[in-house]
């Protein structure tokens, strides 16, 4: 089984690498081949299968059917301009999310006209597809009206998925997943940052920013769910998909404040105490066209599965990122 | 009021440029300048307001922006490949659908930021945007999981509408046309193009193929609707409208059989008579991921208002195109 990732340097990227190699094998194939894609050439895994890393623009002509020359036999397609980036710099979001996402399925079906090659196709789309007012759960057959750039080029590239799906060119599945918590690593420039930081810095001691009220609520999973979400959408019998190609991940909807009641529990109020309320309208504006929770009955039935605490999600982190421990 | 219509020497485009002139004004205020655009130029009104015709491929580098030199205060956009013919050569489907809209989108946001011009911008979509199975009526906040591409593009048409409109670079209005019908003139390449063929032929005495059951349900309006449509849209008060700026447009929902029961009635046995039956799937299997009727509420609370009766639609057609008599 030979898998390309793009945007592997990425956080997910480099999860869902180590995850791969650690299996050996992706469903009851084994894995024989990597090619690790991202802006700037990834870092390889250190044991593992034959792995190529390559340093690609997908923006940029030809890129694609490069990249594409070896033909894995997955693909899973995760590069993408975070939302606050594709929010504040219009021209890049519409460049890498759409146009480079589509260079990509364009350069597809192109191999597939030449020699048939149909390879399994994994999107990852987003909450952000959603636009408020919103329905909490909002249900799988509701209208996607983004209110974001990065969630209008996540649905284009969900229309594209099915179609070209439909078309033969590649076997598509796209994961709408939830807003990853905790990211670990130092914090992006997507909007929803903070749902992260203020748990992942006050566990080791340091302060965190809320830009808005505790009684957010919100739709979230882990790193290690969310790559769990890949491995299965690139094993997963898309006869049982049919031509909606993109299935809502399972999540946790949780507030803020549960967020934060979870952080006591954990790790006590001393690290509480470091998250300081400093509300910012701008990310407020944005995080509140945002799904609260997302009924995800049909990926559940495939068998997708995720959190169902905040006390497991900041486990799973401590176990993950800290060591199994927390610094005292 | 200067307006700019592209695909204007399509079916839709010369009826709207024949209303525009007739009426010599747009909302409240006077028609005094008109662009009239197509792959080959257009044929100007006889009388009316300042007009130039221009040949103008949106999908040439550079079309858009030329074409929108004159900064119309009205930009209505018909150029479109239609639904038999984007399935069949997916090239030129995404080539005109998908980038031609986009090139014309980014044109006017490239003079928006260079002198602030911010036109309306009327898109027209289509029932389309919907796949099987579906609902009926289709409720306006159902998801749009196409299953052609002509659907697909005009989804991520009405998407890029309204990231544009959200960004004010423009002003958009998007109408989800119900199939138009009874389309004036010889077959296009469109598979819907039976549901007019079957009324058309037989009010002239010629014979006309039905290629799907008579049971078959779909969503009607006539052409004058439809240029009615895109008049409201052009002035309508986009503050009503909202982030949503696509709105399904009023229809009529009936059966090929309930079709043929007001030819009946309007032109006699003798005309149903000159409608075969000739199955073909594929065109069945088109039209069966089609809607059969749509929530209009919306747009019905907007003003806008479709035929109630095929029997309107068939007189709409005599006295528009037959010159309100029909042939002994």
């Known amino acids: 089984m030979h898998v390309l990732i793009t945007g592997a340097a990425g956080m997910i990227g480099r999860k869902l690498t180590a995850r791969l190699v650690a299996d050996g094998r992706l469903g009851d194939r084994p894995l024989d081949r990597l090619t690790l894609a991202d802006v700037v050439a990834p870092t390889p895994p250190e044991d593992g299968p034959s792995t190529e890393v390559v340093a690609a623009d997908l923006t940029r002509p030809g890129a694609a059917e490069e990249l594409l020359e070896s033909r894995p036999d997955v693909v899973v397609h995760l590069a993408a301009v975070v939302s606050g980036e594709a929010e504040a710099d219009f021209d890049k979001g519409y460049a890498v999310n759409l146009d480079g996402t589509r260079a990509l399925l364009d350069a597809v079906r192109t191999a597939h006209l030449a020699d048939g090659w149909t390879p399994r196709f994994v999107l990852t789309s987003s909450i952000a597809v959603y636009g408020a007012p919103l329905p909490n759960p909002i249900p799988e057959d509701f209208q996607q009206t983004p209110l974001t750039s990065y969630g209008t080029q996540k649905a284009i590239g969900e229309l594209l998925l099915a179609d070209f799906s439909r078309r033969g060119f590649l076997d598509g599945v796209g994961v709408r997943l939830p807003t990853i918590c905790i990211r670990p690593g130092r914090p992006n420039k997507a909007a929803s940052g903070f749902f992260s930081s203020i748990l992942r810095e006050p566990l080791v001691g340091q302060e965190a920013v809320l830009p808005v009220p505790e009684s957010v609520r919100h739709w979230h999973a882990s790193p290690r769910s969310a790559v769990e979400f890949l491995v299965r959408a690139a094993v997963l019998d898309t006869a049982?998909?049919?031509?909606?190609?993109?299935?809502?991940?399972?999540?946790?909807?949780?507030?803020?404040?549960?967020?934060?009641?979870?952080?006591?529990?954990?790790?006590?109020?001393?690290?509480?105490?470091?998250?300081?309320?400093?509300?910012?309208?701008?990310?407020m504006a944005i995080v509140e066209t945002w799904a609260a929770a997302l009924d995800a009955t049909r990926a559940e039935r495939l068998g997708f599965v995720a959190e169902t605490s905040f006390d497991e999600i900041i486990r799973v982190h401590v176990e993950d990122e800290l060591g199994g421990v927390l610094p005292s």
Chains 1, 2 share one sequence.
């Open 240 to 283: 049982l998909v049919g031509p909606r190609r993109t299935l809502s991940m399972p999540g946790l909807s949780a507030t803020v404040g549960e967020q934060l009641d979870a952080l006591r529990r954990i790790a006590g109020e001393r690290a509480v105490r470091l998250v300081r309320h400093k509300p910012d309208e701008k990310i």
